[in-house]
T-cell receptor
Framework: DVKVTQSSRYLVKRTGEKVFLECVQD?????MFWYRQDPGLGLRLIYF???????EKGDIPEGYSVSREKKERFSLILESASTNQTSMYLC??????????????FGPGTRLTVL | GNSVTQMEGPVTLSEEAFLTINCTYT??????LFWYVQYPGEGLQLLLK?????DKGSNKGFEATYRKETTSFHLEKGSVQVSDSAVYFC??????????FGKGTRLSVIA
């Protein structure tokens, strides 16, 4: 079974702190994604990566950065956390093929609260 | 650009009722279409998918048919159970690009 794991299920941080959210997948997938999920807004794409050391901005990259030093790991970084970044963060991965029907696998999510 | 519109919830049904969650899309060419489900406290998981016009995806009693003429991919189930209570997301993809999601529809099934 494909497994996508996220470092924490729940996280509480203070405004201004630097926050790292870690995601690891065990299926040798090339593509990895970070989303945030908010009530009424659905899933919004923050950043994604097609390969090691590659990154692309999604729809809402402001206030975030990412790191992909190894194929299996994709980190989301909040340089200076703010209260409006309180949200559920979901990581996902997918193989890179020409098939647009490939399944995208999600981690369980990290619920981040910024006080 | 590509987009997905799905009916707003929440949807509340009694057990064994018929379920329809509407989903329409806007896309160039021929996208693949997906339904993902998120059970309470969990991440998303693929429920079903369809890759071309008139394809029917099915899983766990849920079905959806890819309708090119109406650009729709409505989710249906003939008899819902309490265990189907979840948030359902319609999504599309063109090529090797990120999935585009609808905003989700929360379903609550009461016994």
């Amino acid at each position: 079974d494909v497994k996508v794991t996220q470092s924490s299920r729940y996280l509480v941080k203070r405004t201004g702190e630097k926050v790292f959210l870690e995601c690891v997948q065990d299926m040798d997938h090339e593509n990895m994604f970070w989303y945030r999920q908010d009530p009424g807004l659905g899933l919004r794409l923050i950043y994604f990566s097609y390969d090691v050391k590659m990154k692309e901005k999604g729809d809402i990259p402001e206030g975030y950065s990412v790191s992909r030093e190894k194929k299996e790991r994709f980190s989301l970084i909040l340089e200076s956390a703010s209260t409006n970044q309180t949200s559920m963060y979901l990581c996902a991965s997918r193989t890179a093929s020409s098939g647009q029907a490939d399944t995208q696998y999600f981690g369980p999510g990290t619920r981040l609260t910024v006080l | 650009g590509n987009s997905v519109t799905q009916m707003e919830g929440p949807v509340t049904l009694s057990e064994e009722a018929f379920l329809t969650i509407n989903c329409t899309y806007t896309a160039t060419g021929y996208p693949s279409l997906f339904w993902y489900v998120q059970y309470p406290g969990e991440g998303l998981q693929l429920l079903l998918k369809a890759t071309k016009a008139d394809d029917k995806g099915s899983n766990k009693g849920f079905e959806a048919t890819y309708r090119k003429e109406t650009t729709s991919f409505h989710l249906e189930k003939g008899s819902v159970q309490v265990s189907d209570s979840a948030v359902y997301f319609c999504a599309l993809r063109r090529g090797n690009t990120p999935l585009v999601f609808g905003k989700g529809t929360r379903l609550s099934v009461i016994a």
